[in-house]
C-alpha cells in the first residue's frame, strides 16, 4: 500500500466574513448588540420562570431549561466569532475547534429533543388534562430533561470523536464562522464515505425522529381541539401551541436543508447564509416568539415588575 506522509494541522481558519472586510466592524456591532439581547432575553425567561409562582408548570419548566441550553448554544459560537470579526488572523486552535464543534452538536442535539419534549407536554395538557399533573409529575419532568442532555452529549462526543478520527491535509480553512461537520469533512485527506454514512444516521436520529414525534403530536393535539373543544376554547387551546410550531419550523427546517440536503445543492455562500440563521438568528428569535405570543407571561411580567416597584418603593420608605 502507498504511505502518505501528512502534515499536522494545529490550527484552522475560520474565513466566514472575510469576504466582506469593509463591513466587519459594522457586523460586529450588529452582532453584539443580537447576542446581548438575546442572552438577556433568555435569562429574562428563565428568572421569571424561577420568580413567577403562576409559571410554576411543566410548560415553562421546559421552556427555562430550553431558555438555558440556547444561552450555552450561542456562547459557544458568537463570542469567538466576534473575537475573528477584530481580528486579522482568524484562527481557532485544532483542539479549540473540537470543543466547539462538541458543545454546538451537544446543545443542538439535546434542544432537538427538547423541543419535542415540550411537545409531548403539549400534547398530555390538552389530549389527557384530568391525568395531566399526573403523567407531568415532578420526576417525569426531571427525567425528561435527563434524556435530553443524555442524548446530546452521546451524540456530541460521538460525532466529534468521528469527525477528529480523519485526516486534515492542505488547506486549513473552514469557509464559515464556527467549526461544523461539512467543512471539516471537505478538508479531510480520508475516504470520507464511512464517517458521512454515519453522520446521516445521527443526523437522522438528532433531526427526523424528534420531528416526526412532535408532528404525531400536534396531529393528536389537532384533533382533539376540533373534535372535543367548543369554538370560543380553540383558539385558547391553538395559542399555547403556536409559538412552539413556529420554533420548531424554524429550527428543523433550517436543519434539514443544511444537513440533509445533497452535496451540491448549496453554493458556499447559501450554506454560510443557512449557518448564519441556524446558528445565531433563530436561537435569538426564540425568547420572543415565546414571550409575545403568550398571554401567561405577559401577566406574569406585569405581576413581577408590579412587585419590584413596591419592594423600591418601600425600600425608599424604610431609608426616609
Known amino acids: 500500500m502507498e504511505r502518505r506522509n501528512y502534515t499536522r494541522i494545529h490550527e484552522f481558519i475560520l474565513a466566514g466574513f472575510s469576504d466582506v472586510l469593509y463591513i466587519q466592524y459594522f457586523l460586529f456591532v450588529i452582532f453584539l ?186 396531529t393528536n393535539i389537532i384533533w382533539t381541539i376540533l373534535k372535543h373543544h367548543p369554538a370560543g376554547m380553540r383558539r385558547k387551546a391553538f395559542s399555547t401551541c403556536t409559538s412552539h410550531l413556529i420554533v420548531v419550523s424554524m429550527s428543523s427546517g433550517t436543519a434539514i436543508i443544511m444537513y440533509l440536503k445533497p452535496k451540491s445543492s448549496q453554493g458556499m455562500d447559501e450554506e454560510k447564509f443557512l449557518s448564519l440563521i441556524y446558528a445565531i438568528i433563530v436561537p435569538s428569535m426564540n425568547p420572543f416568539i415565546y414571550c409575545l405570543r403568550n398571554n401567561e407571561v405577559k401577566i406574569a411580567v406585569i405581576k413581577l415588575i408590579s412587585q419590584i416597584k413596591i419592594a423600591l418603593h418601600d425600600g425608599k420608605r424604610l431609608t426616609v
Open 33 to 218: 448588540c443580537i447576542y446581548n439581547i438575546s442572552l438577556l432575553a433568555h435569562m429574562f425567561i428563565i428568572l421569571l420562570y424561577r420568580f413567577s409562582p403562576s409559571l410554576h408548570s411543566p410548560m415553562y419548566f421546559f421552556l427555562a431549561n430550553f431558555s438555558f441550553l440556547e444561552m450555552l448554544y450561542l456562547s459557544n459560537i458568537v463570542p469567538k466569532m466576534l473575537i475573528n470579526l477584530l481580528s486579522q488572523h482568524k484562527s481557532i486552535t485544532f483542539y479549540g475547534c473540537a470543543i466547539q464543534l462538541n458543545c454546538f452538536l451537544m446543545t443542538a442535539s439535546a434542544e432537538c429533543y427538547m423541543l419535542t419534549t415540550m411537545a409531548y407536554d403539549r400534547y398530555n395538557a390538552i389530549c389527557h388534562p384530568l391525568q395531566y399533573n399526573i403523567i407531568m409529575n415532578k420526576t417525569v419532568c426531571i427525567s425528561l430533561i435527563c434524556v435530553c442532555w443524555f442524548i446530546g452529549i452521546t451524540v456530541g462526543v460521538l460525532q466529534t470523536s468521528l469527525i477528529f478520527s480523519l485526516q486534515f491535509c492542505g488547506s486549513n480553512r473552514i469557509n464559515n464562522f464556527y467549526c461544523d461537520i461539512p467543512p471539516l469533512l471537505s478538508l479531510s485527506c480520508n475516504n470520507t464515505q464511512l464517517v458521512e454514512m454515519t453522520m446521516l444516521i445521527l443526523t437522522f436520529i438528532v433531526i427526523i425522529v424528534p420531528l416526526l414525534f412532535t408532528v404525531i403530536s400536534y
